[in-house]
């Protein structure tokens, strides 16, 4: 009978004692996947670092390495602290504005000029007034021989009656400010030598306060 007693406990006992056992086995493979790292964001991580590299590299390619500032809607400085020059040696001798139409056998003025002139000595160098790329460097009728420079945002410098064959710049160069492009003639609807130089932002704009402001006096 004693001997039956005690089995039962022993039985009792070794019942308790495993228990504990099946309740952990029970809770290890949850804790195990909650721990555990996924294998796809193992590697991300580690591949991270080479991986953004690697996107970088893709996003610039040689043609982009080697093309410079971008044209329109780049981000070419342009502002205040930006370098700007005067473009020509000489005192204007028209302002921005209404003025009487001029003719000449090339043809007419308009009401309106758009920009400034230079009184300057035909073959007296023209500068650029800020970095950027040439768009334009032909003969545009009335306006003469002209050179247009891209400065990024929509802004453009355009600089008329140059004289013929002086381009010192070709389309798609990169000036920067003070580059010679070109020199001072009479071509096109001019009465003698200058510079007409206008600005453009989408619309022309005054000259004058727009290079004040950039600390050019003109």
């Known amino acids: 009978m004693n001997d039956l007693v005690l089995h039962s406990r022993r039985k009792r006992a070794d019942s308790r004692a495993i228990r504990p056992l099946f309740a952990l086995a029970a809770v290890i493979p949850a804790l195990v996947a909650a721990l555990a790292v996924p294998a796809h964001a193992a590697t991300v991580d580690a591949a991270s670092p080479s991986a953004g590299s690697t996107a970088v590299v893709a996003a610039v390619d040689d043609s982009q390495l080697n093309a410079g500032p971008p044209s329109r809607g780049g981000n070419y400085m342009h502002d205040a602290d930006a370098a700007w020059v005067r473009p020509v040696a000489g005192r204007i001798t028209s302002n921005y504005g209404p003025r009487p139409v001029i003719c000449t056998p090339a043809g007419c003025s308009n009401t309106f000029h758009d920009g400034v002139d230079f009184g300057s000595a035909c073959g007296t160098p023209i500068k650029a007034i800020s970095p950027g790329r040439v768009t334009?460097?032909?003969?545009?009728?009335?306006?003469?021989?002209?050179?247009?420079?891209?400065?990024?945002?929509?802004?453009?410098?355009?600089?008329?009656?140059?004289?013929?064959?002086?381009?010192?710049?070709?389309?798609?160069?990169?000036?920067?400010?003070?580059?010679?492009?070109?020199?001072?003639?009479?071509?096109?609807?001019?009465?003698?030598?200058?510079?007409?130089?206008?600005?453009?932002?989408?619309?022309?704009?005054?000259?004058?306060?727009?290079l004040a402001f950039r600390g050019v006096t003109l």
Not at 145 to 169: C, N, P, W
Not at 176 to 191: D, E, F, K, L
């Open 136 to 210: 334009s460097a032909t003969n545009a009728g009335s306006f003469g021989e002209r050179v247009i420079i891209d400065h990024g945002s929509g802004l453009e410098s355009i600089y008329g009656h140059m004289q013929t064959g002086s381009f010192k710049v070709s389309v798609g160069q990169h000036v920067q400010a003070g580059t010679i492009i070109g020199n001072v003639g009479m071509t096109g609807v001019a009465t003698g030598c200058h510079l007409d130089l206008k600005i453009r932002t989408g619309a022309y704009t005054d000259p004058k306060p727009f």
